[in-house]
């Protein structure tokens, strides 16, 4: 910190006191010393020489109280640091600053948080538009996804029209007017479940239920879809506590999901097992509920998995454009586990198919014995 008298071109160090307390030198002689001698350094933008000589340090603050420049000071050869330097008015004659104070700090710091910060901030925009850019692409896919199913009800919808007489033509007509509707809904829910999700609406309901009758449940239901590609699907249980707070609906739509897309990539013939765990905890009336679904189906390959529940994109695991989805099933089951408090983990490779495994803590309402029984096969 220096006192600087401008008008008649002397300085005088304030701090620390390096120099006797009445020792003054030439500012303008100390400034071309330090200069000379690339203590002050070039400034990348401005020449740090014109800027902090006296008569533009007078120009500079008739209108305003302090000017600031930054620029690099020379601290051992080819080491350099940044610093600020400031002059703030002390006093004026005719509105002419004619002594000020000089400071001199060290900014280093000061820059690698502001460097830090736009990092942030780019990092932030690049994901933004790289958001921007996936849900343009998911809104184009969707549009096309939808079309398909409405396209195919529009145009069996005709054909039944035109062949009122035919009961056969018609049935079948119905039938596959049907399946499109089906597919149509399912998509429609998918985008409406991300559409809560994003904004917070989707609450997780707790109910007493039977663990096990859902697993049946939904066991039934696709089983018969496995069965249509010769599939052998199966599986087994090992719980202790049946009757559990849970919310059926979410657990039943997260567990469809992986096991229909099991059954959908793995080829004719293949094998898909299904398999649910009570790990028991420390806290005696919670259980940790374990599924596990693994195939031997095309798999994935392992620089893939990381992308797997990106939402907005379709995954490794839906990158097959020919195969019909929104690819927002995964992303949605994994929202949906993690609000549940649990996990959803996958190990895959090309070729050596995949097993998710499904965590989710529950609280059990009675201890009831339950013997698993032996696998069933489909």
């Excluded at 948080?113 to 990092?119: A, G, L, S, T």
């Excluded at 809904?185 to 991300?194: G, H, K, M, Q």
């Excluded at 049946?242 to 959908?264: E, P």
Aim: glycine share 4%; hydrophobic share 35%; net charge negative.
């Amino acid at each position: 910190m220096y006192h600087v008298n401008l008008a008649e071109d002397y300085c005088q160090m304030i701090y620390p006191k390096y120099w006797s307390s009445d020792e003054t030198l030439s500012y303008s002689k100390e400034i071309t010393r330090r200069i000379f001698h690339n203590i002050i350094c070039e400034n990348p933008s401005k020449d740090i020489e014109k800027l902090i000589n006296a008569e533009n340090i007078k120009n500079e603050l008739k209108d305003r109280d302090v000017v600031e420049y930054r620029y690099k000071r020379q601290i051992e050869k080819d080491a350099y640091k940044w610093c600020l330097v400031s002059f703030i008015v002390e006093e004026r004659e005719e509105d002419i600053p004619v002594c000020v104070t000089m400071t001199i700090r060290n900014i280093e710091d000061v820059l690698k948080k502001e460097m830090e910060q736009q990092m942030l901030i780019e990092e932030a925009l690049a994901q933004a538009e790289s958001a921007s850019r996936a849900k343009g692409e998911f809104l184009s896919n969707m549009s096309h996804e939808i079309r398909t199913p409405m396209n195919v009800i529009l145009g069996y919808t005709s054909i039944a029209k035109n062949n009122m007489d035919n009961i056969v033509k018609v049935e079948d007509c119905i039938n596959k007017i049907k399946t499109a509707g089906n597919h149509l809904v399912r998509l429609i829910n998918e985008i409406l479940d991300v559409s809560r999700i994003e904004s917070g609406k989707v609450s997780i309901e707790k109910d007493e239920s039977d663990i096990c009758e859902l697993m049946d449940n939904f066991y039934n239901i696709l089983v018969i879809q496995s069965s249509g590609k010769k599939q052998q699907l199966s599986m087994d249980k090992d719980i202790k506590h049946i009757y559990v707070y849970m919310d059926w609906m979410r657990i039943n739509q997260v567990l469809i999901n992986i096991v229909g897309n099991a059954i959908k990539y793995t080829p004719e013939g293949g094998h898909i097992h299904i398999n649910v765990k009570e790990v028991e905890k420390p806290d005696k009336s919670y259980s940790d509920y374990v599924f596990t679904v693994k195939d031997d189906g095309r798999g994935i390959a392992k620089k893939d998995i990381q992308h797997l529940f990106d939402m907005y994109t379709r995954g490794a695991y839906d990158s097959d454009a020919s195969v019909e989805g929104t690819g927002l099933g995964l992303s949605i089951a994994k929202r949906i586990v993690e609000l549940m408090n649990g996990t959803i983990e996958v190990e895959s490779d090309i070729g050596l198919g995949t097993e998710f495994t499904i965590t989710i803590p529950m609280k059990y309402i009675i201890c009831l014995l339950y013997t698993s029984p032996s696998p069933r096969d489909s």
